[in-house]
């Protein structure tokens, strides 16, 4: 399965931001997608998610030789900064999100099965939200992803509230599930995208570019994807 995007354009007022990009992601891939601020990368995700409206493009997907739509309940976007009922606790809320969205989960499993996966600790369970760290909370998000298990999951700067053991362990966590999906993440942090990422992708200029994959095993890498951006 495959995520088409053909000739997105998308301007903000006199600013051009996305400028007739073409992009294709692949399941099975875990894409880092690396810009400088204002580049665009937010804006591509809130497209992709329909958050946003474009000016010009279309998204869909390929499944062999079968064009099919992208469908909202085929994406999940992952923010840096979510926004969850404060108050709510988090085993309130899962057990509230499973229930609305019972319908169109497969493969459901108990809410203890998702705590564990993210390795939620019991002691935090019946705390409010609002007294979660954005780290807490985004645990909270990639269980709303495992329950759901959406085709594009994209992750806008996921990882970087997160300790170095817990980031670790949700790194290791959305490796193990790629095969099932098509991810993007977005990330200010080179190391994170070279250790975490199959392929790096950069926006610039407007458009995407795909990174070498000789380039994220040499040692100039945080180099020459600088020179890159710069250019």
């Known amino acids: 399965m495959q995520v088409v995007i053909e000739n997105l354009s998308k301007s903000f007022k006199e600013k051009n931001v996305l ?3 073409s992009v294709t992601f692949d399941q099975g891939i875990i894409y880092g997608l690396l810009g400088r601020n204002g580049a665009g990368k937010t804006t591509l995700f809130n497209l992709i998610a ?3 409206e474009n000016d010009q493009g279309e998204f869909y997907l390929v499944d062999g030789d079968e064009k099919l739509p ?3 309940d085929d994406i999940f976007l992952m923010l840096a900064e979510p926004d969850l009922p404060k108050f709510l606790t988090g085993r309130e809320f899962i057990k509230f999100f499973i229930e609305v969205n019972e319908e169109k989960i497969k493969d459901l499993k108990d809410a203890s099965y998702y705590f564990d996966l993210v390795k939620f600790l019991d002691e935090d369970l019946d705390r409010l939200i609002q007294d979660y760290s954005t780290g ?6 990639m269980m709303m992803f495992l329950i759901l298990k959406p085709l594009v999951i994209l992750m806008d700067e996921p990882l970087n509230s997160l300790d170095v053991v817990v980031q670790k362990e949700m790194k290791d966590l959305i490796k193990s599930i790629k095969s099932e999906h098509i991810i993007i993440f977005s990330t200010h942090i080179l190391d994170l995208a070279k250790n975490m990422a199959d392929e790096i992708i950069l926006l610039h200029q407007g458009k995407i570019q795909k990174v070498d994959k000789k380039i994220k095993d040499n040692p100039d890498f945080e180099a020459e994807i600088i020179d890159l951006l710069k250019a």
């Open 70 to 72: 992208l469908k909202l």
């Open 19 to 21: 400028n007739d990009l």
């Open 50 to 52: 329909r958050e946003l």
């Open 136 to 141: 807490m909370r985004n645990k909270l998000q």
